[in-house]
């Protein structure tokens, strides 16, 4: 039987899992898809492939576990930016972009990832995250009177993801991140109803 390394049987399989899913996560930020299995999970993790598949049956389950704990990590640092910045909507735009990107730049970022990777069949759970991550830009179109607010959303959401294309490529993350918020500023500050964005 294997060692327990918690106080309960439960405890101990949580831990695990928890273990299974940052390593599986650390290996998709290196390396992409391609680069995250069941053997690599247990190679890194120094535990075995049977461990890994006794949570995650699959590869492509282990991929869909990593990326929703990724975008799990990312809606908590969002929802945590978006509180602390200052009142007006751009503010929060404004931390919105510089979490996104400052995410792109170690790795990650939702719009990176290519959906074909994952089995149709699971493609719901990962639109359920997608949607997560879109709802606060949704909230602060809403908040600035836009005719559509999940269009705005999607729009401005598009325009980070082109950014975080460019941070993951290479691009200097301070002059990616000021010039998309120079372009959203422009975009925002004099929207159709005379409504500005401050």
Do not use: F
């Not at 719901?124 to 997608?130: N, S």
């Amino acid at each position: 039987m294997p060692k327990i390394e918690a106080a309960t049987v439960a405890e101990h399989r949580a831990m695990r899992e928890q273990q299974v899913l940052q390593t599986a996560a650390d290996l998709l930020v290196a390396g992409g898809p391609q680069a995250l299995s069941p053997a690599a999970v247990a190679k890194r993790a120094r535990i075995s492939r049977t461990a890994v598949y006794h949570y995650y049956p699959s590869s492509a389950e282990l991929l869909l576990g990593a990326l929703e704990h990724l975008m799990s990590q990312a809606v908590a640092d969002l929802e945590e930016a978006i509180a602390e910045a200052g009142p007006g909507p751009m503010d929060k735009i404004e931390a919105y972009v510089r979490t996104s990107l400052h995410s792109a730049a170690t790795g990650y970022c939702a719009g990176l990832i290519d959906p074909s990777a994952i089995p149709d069949d699971q493609r719901t759970r990962l639109a359920e995250w997608h949607e997560r991550l879109l709802a606060p830009l949704r909230d602060i179109a809403q908040d600035c009177s836009a005719p559509d607010a999940t269009l705005a959303a999607q729009l401005v959401q598009g325009m980070i993801d082109a950014a975080a294309r460019a941070v993951a490529e290479g691009k200097n993350l301070r002059e990616v991140t000021e010039t998309t918020l120079v372009l959203l500023r422009a975009a925002l500050g004099r929207p159709h109803g005379g409504v500005i964005v401050n």
